[in-house]
């Protein structure tokens, strides 16, 4: 049974350049959500997606952009890129993730750094 | 103020310790509470949930006091093994967004 993958592994962009991160959630479950994790701090809530649609959004501009497959795969969007932007990126899935104690798995993350 | 604190460590203990972490959150809404433990560069996996009751497993005991909005998780018996960071996260009453906290990083040496 696959766990939550993720694509690709490391990435470096240079400022103003655009990146898009890729993510196959968990076999059987159906919510994707996605993280930025900066060095040091814990990974903060960036949005989340369930059939096909944001389902939620964290405090994150609108430079960052998703979209969610039919075959649940999810894509992370970064226009614009900035210094900031540098950051652990994971993704993490779930089934039908409306109810709060549903468990979120998490992919091994993307690594991306920002020149 | 975050909304989910704690103290960032390190905590440097001797094999065989007990150790206790602590977490406090700000949302009185939030519904489910759990304990992640990340590996240096690696992924959080979840460690266990966190109950009002308290629940054990194993070496770990994580307990949980709505009334002060704090969680608390135990180790005993430290294995080298143990050495991470552990990360307190709450699920708000919104929906299914896990919101972190910082992070405590365990070192246990031998």
């Known amino acids: 049974d696959a766990g939550v993958t993720q694509s690709p592994t490391h990435l470096i962009k240079t400022r103003g350049q655009q990146v898009t991160l890729r993510c196959s959630p968990k076999s059987g479950h159906d919510t994707v959500s996605w993280y930025q994790q900066a060095l040091g701090q814990g990974p903060q809530f960036i949005f989340q997606y369930y059939e096909e649609e944001e389902r939620q959004r964290g405090n994150f501009p609108d430079r960052f952009s998703g979209h969610q497959f039919p075959n649940y795969s999810s894509e992370l969007n970064v226009n614009a890129l900035l210094l900031g932007d540098s950051a652990l990126y994971l993704c993490?899935?779930?089934?039908?993730?409306?109810?709060?104690?549903?468990?979120?798995?998490f992919g091994p993350g993307t690594r991306l750094t920002v020149l | 103020r975050k909304e989910v604190e704690q103290d960032p460590g390190p905590f440097n203990v001797p094999e065989g310790a007990t150790v206790a972490f602590n977490c406090t959150y700000s949302?009185?809404?939030?519904?489910?509470f759990f304990w992640y433990r990340q590996d240096c560069r690696k992924e959080p996996k979840l460690l266990m949930s966190v109950y009002s009751s308290g629940n054990e497993d194993g070496r770990f005991t994580a307990q949980l006091n709505r009334a002060s909005q704090y969680i608390s998780l135990l180790i005993r018996d430290s294995k080298l093994s143990d050495s991470a960071t552990y990360l307190c996260v709450v699920n708000n009453n919104a929906g299914n967004m896990l919101t972190f906290g910082g992070g405590t990083r365990l070192m246990v040496k031998p």
């Open positions: 949302n009185s809404a939030s519904q489910s």
């Open positions: 993490a899935s779930s089934f039908n993730g409306r109810r709060s104690t549903d468990t979120q798995y």
